[in-house]
């Protein structure tokens, strides 16, 4: 089965060469579509997010994942967040070192 996009007469014409450099532009072509389509996707899902990074010294709330902190999530009407804490250190664009208290 040909899967090229040539009208038939066409396709009896070209020789080894052409056709092989004629995919190689399909190729290319269909590469190019899905990157431009990528980026479309992910400007519309990035629209309105806001980058934020934090430096040491600033104050935060904390979410309170259930996985991580069970005894302050035992109910789903509990708050899911508490604060403020201080950051101590930043580790990277996603993680900080804060100061939690004891308890």
Same mark, same amino acid.
């Given at each position: 089965?040909?899967?090229?996009?040539?009208?038939?007469?066409?396709?009896?014409? *070209?020789?080894?060469?052409?056709?092989?450099?004629?995919?190689?532009?399909?190729?290319?072509?269909?590469?190019?579509?899905?990157?431009?389509?990528?980026?479309?996707?992910?400007?519309?899902?990035?629209?309105?997010?806001?980058?934020?990074?934090?430096?040491?010294?600033?104050?935060?709330?904390?979410? *309170?994942?259930?996985?991580?902190?069970?005894?302050?999530?035992?109910?789903?009407?509990?708050?899911?967040? /508490?604060?403020?804490?201080?950051? *101590?250190?930043?580790?990277? /664009?996603?993680?900080?070192?804060?100061?939690?208290?004891?308890?």
């Amino acid at each position: 089965m040909d899967l090229l996009s040539l009208p038939m007469s066409e396709r009896l014409n *070209l020789d080894g060469k052409k056709k092989a450099e004629y995919v190689r532009t399909l190729h290319e072509k269909v590469r190019a579509n899905i990157e431009n389509k990528i980026q479309q996707y992910t400007r519309q899902a990035n629209k309105g997010k806001k980058k934020v990074n934090f430096e040491p010294g600033d104050w935060v709330w904390l979410h *309170l994942k259930k996985e991580r902190f069970p005894e302050k999530r035992r109910s789903k009407l509990l708050p899911r967040g /508490d604060g403020p804490f201080q950051v *101590l250190e930043r580790i990277n /664009d996603n993680a900080y070192k804060l100061d939690l208290p004891g308890e």
